[in-house]
């Protein structure tokens, strides 16, 4: 899985949840959405590579949400 | 196996009336004919210029009948009946009358009975016999129709022979009320009148799209099948379901022995009324071109050549392989693709293969890369999944609006349908990058146009959405009750803002800010108003974002829950809608439920008697992607071609050179094949029993005509590669599939083949509360309980143009072939389109030196092919278009890997580009010429070129 897609991708779903006016609920929502439709290794090598690397080319609604996806 | 014909067209109406036909009482709708009543009743009345597929036109006057207290005869076809009327179909004056009408008739018409391809079933022949007709006393000698006269034979499927014309007027009707397309009309006066194509032309030459429906409503051999010429007569017949688009169209096929005659549109299919286009009505030859291969062959290496084998070899070799990988790599490592162009009972049997046999949720469908969006999108605001209507649905709508769909091309049968609607006053607006048919048709114009650029769907539907809100055309009592308060709250102040305006929209989306507020409000407030929507919609970065969109614009106008209205996804393929039922998504169980839903996993896993990974799979471009890091090694994929069909070509084949192991269940050696180790011969709609379900969620039998050429169906292909894993799998017939999804699956829950076979179809949900199905969704109640707003806000496309690559490709498709065309282009429909075109507007031609049929080099991102140009104002300036029907053309060479957020399905309608005057093929198209006659010299291992 190359990180630049994986980051990419999870950063276009924090993009649709963003505008969402409960900041709450959206980042649980983000959480959810990688939690429910990424395949366990793709969820990995993002926390993978987040942990390598930092998270700074993550939106930050995806850097919230991240600790929420198991 | 002709049909009965009642001549007119059934007439609905709440007001009956009874009348007396000889002397039979019969109560009918008021405004039916009085041939119609008398078919009713039991007396055939006799008839040349009628049939009850066109609306009555009085021409042929073998239909006169007497009726008591009236002067003359009129004829019964366009007589309405009245209460109290007494109809006398029979007397020695109208047998007198008729005789000479058909005695006229027959001094004009070739006497070959014997050798004329309708012997049999000619309705001249059988009316000259029913009306008693013996001799002609004009003789033959005179001015007549018949000698000298060209057949016109330019068209593949059938021809016109004008020798055997009655002029009856039906094949223009048909042209004109069940088609459309208004290509033929009758030529000159008295006895100078013709059939006519065009402009005088020949059929080919015409604006005939070879629908068809001209053939079926001639009564004589005029216009006929060429197969009925070649071959004869049917002497059997079956009823089946069309295997191309969504509409998922009802034929008959005319058989002899195990051979088509012909496929002839089932009067009584619900989804296609006796219609039928190009393709499913003639071009089904494929099933048998020499191109199939009917015997399973395996190879070690993909250099190798082919070896043919037995079933049960290449069964075993599979197994084996496929357990190799899942030892050594781990049980994730492999996975299976399966189609929406094979049934449900097969999609449901490979997706339980990968549960329970590879242990695993790696399975996906080609729907992942069309209509995956809409299951999101639909899902998360009305509760399922599925379009919300029937087709005829349409009959009621007053507004109709069209986005990224092109329905005269992709879902003909459809686009007639809402043809007549408009021709009966609809209003009509059409969201498109292009000047698709219907924004200016014969007789059918689009009331608005809002020409958008490609990639701003969701900045355009939630402008439309701002006009709505902010000029008070809201269906407040609908939302009120019907939808949740706080999430629609939300939604309204979000689309209420400046931002979301028409005037702030323009700037991105190229769209006239007063033709949105216009077309907003004539869908807010024209009544009815009813949206259908195509891949333009979904193969986008904002795909399922756009989906929600429309879902908004229904329900804040309160255009869901009854006919004429709703949200309608024009599925791409036949079975797309069922790929998607049938748990084909790497997170969902049939039925749309998540595989981390314990109660859900348990029930399939008591019933297949598996654990069930809770965890989702991968997705066809996560596969592929996995492929390439080395953890996912082996793939099944039945009827599906993603080196085709799949975005970005070279990052597709590198993938699959990467995998170990791949398996190819397909009619033909398709491009996913060049990488494939093991093929296994698949078996075409002809030759399997199944079910489809189309884009309204009717399910339809496919009934086997044939036996399958490789000797299995693909049921029990896949039954075989799971017995192999060690996966019992026994089924006799298709329906035990159906009866264990019904029993597993609560919309399926009342669906059988018995039931089926009485009913014709029948519309999911199916069950104890609905058990003849459910034609319309969402009428008291929302499936999730209320429906839920979500805001849609526009996130511009990261395929954004440059100087690099300054103009839009988007692609698409034509009416004569049929996605990868794997089908279409083994049948004579080459004839109409036999290369991928690039559309490019004058301007952007000019500027480039590039002219009509020049050879075009498209570089993109990711790629570059080359194609032949054809310059037009189709497209707008800063857009090309193509199509993707043909592998040599390398349209999705140039694709990009970009998808939508939700589901990742691709953004095809979305790839900036630049183009170029060339003078031969691309890099790609050299090497991959080269890897054709590779795959072709393997073949010849087995004696198959």
New interface residues.
């Given amino acids: 899985m190359k990180p630049a897609n994986l980051i990419k991708m999870a950063n276009q779903i924090g993009d649709f949840f963003d505008a969402m006016p409960n900041r709450e609920q959206a980042v649980k929502d983000v959480a959810a959405h990688l939690q429910r439709n990424w395949e366990p290794r793709m969820r990995e090598a993002l926390h993978a590579y987040v942990y390598e690397t930092g998270d700074s080319e993550l939106s930050k609604i995806v850097r919230d949400a991240l600790p929420l996806v198991k | 196996m002709n049909d009965l014909d009642y001549g007119t067209p059934a007439v609905v109406a709440d007001r009956k009336v009874t009348l007396n036909i000889d002397g039979v009482a019969v109560t009918v709708p008021a405004g039916t004919s009085v041939m119609r009543a008398a078919v009713q009743a039991g007396v055939m009345i006799p008839k040349l210029c009628a049939t009850d597929s066109l609306e009555p036109f009085g021409s042929c006057r073998l239909c006169l009948v007497e009726i008591e207290g009236r002067r003359g005869y009129p004829s019964s076809c366009t007589t309405p009946a009245e209460a109290g009327m007494k109809v006398r179909t029979q007397s020695s004056k109208l047998a007198d009358l008729r005789r000479n009408v058909m005695e006229l008739y027959i001094s004009d018409h070739p006497l070959d009975c014997l050798t004329c391809a309708a012997n049999g079933n000619c309705e001249l022949q059988t009316m000259a016999g029913e009306v008693g007709l013996r001799e002609v006393r004009y003789g033959m000698a005179g001015a007549n129709h018949f000698t000298n006269v060209k057949k016109d034979e330019s068209n593949p499927y059938f021809t016109y022979d004008p020798a055997k014309c009655i002029v009856c007027n039906r094949c223009v009707r048909a042209c004109e009320e069940q088609q459309g397309t208004f290509a033929l009309t009758i030529s000159g006066r008295g006895f100078e009148s013709r059939v006519t194509a065009g402009q005088n032309n020949s059929f080919m030459e015409s604006d005939c799209v070879s629908c068809g429906a001209c053939v079926n409503a001639c009564p004589t051999a005029t216009l006929i099948e060429k197969t009925v010429i070649a071959k004869g007569q049917a002497e059997h017949e079956m009823i089946t379901t069309c295997a191309y688009c969504g509409v998922g169209c009802g034929f008959k096929a005319e058989m002899q022995g195990s051979e088509v005659v012909r496929m002839v549109p089932w009067k009584d299919g619900q989804a296609n009324e006796g219609h039928a286009c190009v393709k499913g009505r003639f071009a089904w030859g494929y099933a048998t071109h020499p191109d199939r291969i009917t015997k399973p062959m395996i190879r070690e290496k993909i250099s190798d050549p082919w070896r043919e084998v037995s079933w049960e070899e290449a069964f075993t070799y599979a197994a084996g392989e496929f357990r190799r990988i899942q030892e050594k790599y781990g049980k994730?490592a492999i996975g299976a693709l399966v189609s929406s162009r094979c049934t449900n009972e097969e999609d449901y049997l490979v997706q339980k293969l990968v549960r329970a046999a590879f242990g695993n949720?790696?399975v996906d469908t080609c729907a992942r890369v069309c209509h995956s969006p809409t299951g999101y999108g639909l899902k998360q605001t009305l509760g399922e999944s599925a379009g919300t209507q029937t087709f005829k649905s349409i009959e009621k709508s007053n507004v109709i609006l069209v986005i990224g769909a092109n329905p005269s091309e992709g879902h003909p049968v459809f686009a007639s349908r809402l043809k007549r609607r408009v021709r009966e006053g609809a209003k009509l607006i059409v969201i498109d990058p292009r000047n698709i048919d219907i924004v200016n048709a014969p007789h059918v114009k689009a009331n608005y146009h809002l020409k958008l650029k490609p990639g701003t769907n969701v900045a355009v539907l939630t402008s439309l959405a701002h006009v709505i809100v902010s000029e008070g055309l809201l269906a407040e009592s609908f939302i009120a009750e019907r939808c949740e308060d706080q999430a629609f709250k939300?939604w309204r102040?979000?689309v209420a803002r400046t931002e979301n305006s028409p005037e702030a929209m323009e700037a991105q989306s190229g769209v006239p800010a007063g033709e949105v507020r216009a077309a907003a409000r004539l869908y807010a407030t024209g009544g009815n108003a009813a949206i259908y929507y195509g891949l333009g919609v979904t193969e986008h970065?904002q795909g399922?974002?756009a989906v929600i969109a429309i879902a908004n614009l229904a329900m804040a106008t309160g255009n869901v829950g009854r006919e004429g209205v709703g949200v309608n996804p024009l599925r791409g393929q036949n079975n797309v809608q069922g790929s998607c039922d049938m748990g084909s998504f790497?997170?969902e169980l049939p039925g749309y439920r998540?595989v981390?839903d314990t109660t859900t996993r348990e029930l399939f896993e008591n019933a297949w008697n598996v654990k069930i990974q809770s965890?989702?799979?991968?997705?066809i471009p996560?596969m592929l992607?996995?492929a390439l890091?080395g953890?996912f090694l082996g793939l099944y994929c039945q009827g599906e071609d993603p080196a085709q069909s799949d975005p970005d070509t070279q990052h597709v084949q590198e993938a699959l050179t990467a995998m170990e192991f791949v398996v190819v269940q397909d009619l033909f050696l398709n491009e996913t094949a060049k990488y494939a180790h093991v093929f296994l011969p698949g078996a075409s709609f002809l030759e399997k029993d199944g079910t489809f379900t189309n884009a309204e969620r009717r399910i339809s039998r496919v009934r086997k005509v044939m036996p399958p050429l490789a000797g299995k169906a693909d049921w029990e292909a896949t039954m075989g590669l799971a017995n192999a894993l060690g996966y019992a799998m026994h089924y006799d017939h298709p329906s035990q599939i159906m009866d264990e999804i019904a029993q597993l699956t609560p919309t399926f829950a009342g669906v059988n083949y018995e039931k089926l076979d009485r009913l014709g179809s029948l519309q999911w949900p199916c069950n104890d509360d609905t058990p003849e199905g459910t034609p319309i969704m969402h009428v008291d109640n929302f499936v999730r309980g209320k429906g839920r707003f979500l805001?849609?806000?526009y996130?511009p496309t990261?395929e954004k143009v440059t100087r690099k690559f300054p103009l839009l490709l988007t692609t698409g498709r034509v009416l004569s072939q049929y996605n990868v065309g794997a089908q279409t282009r083994r049948t004579e429909n080459v004839q109409f389109y036999d290369e991928d075109i690039l559309e490019i507007h004058p301007h952007d031609a000019e500027e480039r030196g590039i002219v009509e049929g020049n050879w075009v080099g498209i570089q993109s991102r990711a790629g570059d092919t080359v194609l032949r140009a054809t310059v037009t104002t189709r497209v707008q300036p800063g857009v090309v278009y193509t199509t993707f029907h043909f592998p040599e053309s390398g349209a999705n060479v140039i694709t990009t890997?970009n998808?939508d957020?939700?589901?990742?399905c691709p953004e095809y309608k979305v790839t900036a580009v630049e183009l170029v005057r060339v003078d031969q093929p691309s890099e790609w198209q050299m090497r991959n010429e080269r890897e054709d006659k590779e795959q072709h010299r393997l073949l010849a291992a087995v004696g198959l070129v």
């Fill in positions: 994730n949720n790696n939300d102040e979000f970065s399922s974002t790497p997170h998540h981390s965890e989702p799979g991968l997705r996560n992607e996995a890091d953890s805001i849609t806000q996130v990261s890997d998808s957020w939700a589901t990742n």
